[in-house]
């Protein structure tokens, strides 16, 4: 069974940092597109990083977290994390992590990890 799930999220102060994690198993990663995704209160679950599974490890940023946040993936440990920094109360949500398996238009979530940017 296919399982993504994900951890350290937590309560952080304005301008402090996280680093989000996200362990597959029951599938490699190593050929996918991986993402992190991430849902406010109140808001639509929208794409905040994505890496892509070429040799390059292509990667894209929502814009309001570019500079901030830094995805990465280490396709031998199976997991994809998410560097946070410099936090703002808007980067509160509940963060997912994504595998995209395009072969079959399945997309795999994990169970989602809350992140709290408040004083």
């Known amino acids: 069974q296919v399982q993504l799930v994900e951890s350290g999220g937590g309560l952080v102060q304005p301008g402090g940092s996280l680093r989000l994690s996200c362990t597959a198993s029951?599938?490699?990663?190593?050929?996918?597109?991986m993402g992190w995704y991430r849902q406010g209160p109140g808001k639509q679950r929208q794409a905040v990083a994505l890496?892509?599974?070429?040799?390059?490890?292509?990667?894209l940023y929502e814009q309001s977290v570019k500079g901030r946040f830094t995805i990465s993936r280490d396709n031998a440990k199976n997991t994809v994390s998410l560097q946070m920094n410099s936090l703002t109360a808007d980067d509160t949500g509940v963060y997912y992590c994504q595998l995209r398996r395009a072969g079959d238009r399945t997309y795999y979530w994990g169970q989602g990890t809350q992140v709290t940017v408040s004083s």
């Open positions: 890496i892509g599974n070429g040799d390059g490890n292509l990667t």
């Open positions: 029951g599938i490699s990663i190593t050929t996918f597109p």
